[in-house]
């Protein structure tokens, strides 16, 4: 049985990695963050008491901050792959917060690294890079373009980035890099604007708000979905030789067309409800990000199969099933066709069990 360890196993990309792995048999152990509270309702779904004899997902609490910890773990978990996802991640935050965000996106790599070598636990090691790394460079974006970051939280993963091929190239550890673009989901935290925007149509349709504040509505991305990102993810570290992959659709639309999309979805006009509030808006902005992924398509065969406009569906569906109203119901059509095998509508997020969304459905 293969063995692999996650850090951010509590994350969006985290959960659905997890699940993706046990569906294929592993045994999985997950690093998360001690806290007051729990924090791990994205995979109370997946979630096994370790006392049962047939458990194969394990979690253990530990901190990006502490190189022995990290060495610790390692070591007694002896994992056959290791995918190092957990970060400070939000990209406004990382302004407010840059010493933190650099120790623990762009250090805390180091230590998982550097982990990795003191052990001498033979492993396949996983760097979740990121499109913000581009900053400025012309789009499309792919493994050859020039990194110019414009945050605390892209240079950050820069320097997560080349440290990583730094190992990789120094001591003949097998690392690889996903430089991922954006990628959603209903599992996305509540504090990014896609989620922000879907969340908000079902508010509005409940009568709960009537408002919603937003920064730079012209920003253009390449957004994707997330329980595909997780599958190339995976496939990364299959291939015959460590390497660095770009991953994303294509396609770059802007916070204006998701707005447009999901609140048109539900026959709502998004510009009676959104205003633009310059609070929102980050120091330096990225105008343009967008994905030329060929390579992983040429190594691995990767592309998408979940288009914008269903990814927008299937977060809006979520989300106003979530406040217990009958949603248009496009979103799980689009995963029952679409045919994952290993992920189901029902087990989106554990709000599925707090709204029972599988009565809804």
């Known amino acids: 049985m293969n063995r692999a360890l996650i850090t951010g196993i509590s994350g969006q990309d985290g959960s659905y990695l997890a699940e993706l792995l046990l569906a294929k048999g592993y045994e999985v152990h997950g690093l998360i963050r001690r806290a007051s509270t729990f924090n791990t309702y994205r995979i109370e779904h997946i979630y096994q008491d370790p006392h ?28 056959d792959e290791v995918y190092h996802l957990g970060a400070q ?20 790599t180091a230590r998982i690294l550097e982990a990795i070598r003191r052990s001498g636990v033979r492993t396949r090691f996983y760097q979740a890079s990121s499109s913000e790394m581009f900053g400025d460079a012309p789009a499309p974006q792919n493994e050859r ?6 945050s605390p939280y892209a240079a950050a993963k820069v320097y997560a980035h080349w440290i990583t091929v730094t190992y990789r190239e120094s001591y003949g550890i097998f690392a690889s890099s996903g430089i991922l673009f954006n990628h959603e989901s209903p599992r996305r935290g509540e504090t990014f604007v896609t989620r922000k925007i879907t969340r908000a149509v079902a ?19 390449d957004w994707g979905y997330a329980p595909e990102y997780v599958e190339a993810i995976w496939k990364i570290l299959q291939q015959d030789r460590a390497d660095d992959f770009v991953i994303g659709t294509g396609e770059t639309h802007s916070v204006r067309d998701f707005l447009e999309e999901a609140f048109a979805y539900v026959g709502l006009d998004w510009r009676e409800y959104v205003t633009a509030d310059p609070r929102y808006f980050r120091p330096l902005d990225i105008p ?13 065969g990767w592309e998408p199969r979940v288009s914008f406009g269903e990814l927008v569906r299937i977060m809006v569906d979520h989300d106003v ?14 995963l029952e066709e679409k045919r994952f095998g290993w992920h189901r509508w029902n087990a989106q997020t554990p709000a599925a069990l707090e709204s029972n969304l599988e009565a809804v459905w």
């Open 145 to 150: 373009t020039s990194l110019q970051p414009r």
């Open 203 to 221: 508010a509005v349709l409940a009568g709960r708000q009537n408002r919603l504040f937003l920064g730079n509505l012209d920003a253009k991305r």
């Open 288 to 300: 343009v990000l967008r994905a030329d992924a060929s390579k992983a398509n040429h190594e691995f």
């Open 89 to 108: 991640s939000h990209v406004k935050v990382s302004f407010e917060m840059p010493e933190y965000t650099g120790d623990i996106t762009g250090l805390g």
């Open 52 to 79: 049962d004899p047939g458990a194969r997902l394990f979690l253990y609490y530990g901190d990006l901050a502490n190189l022995e910890q990290l060495a610790n773990i390692i070591y007694n978990v002896r994992p």
């Open 321 to 334: 099933a979530r406040l217990g109203l009958e949603p248009p119901g496009e979103g799980r059509k689009v």
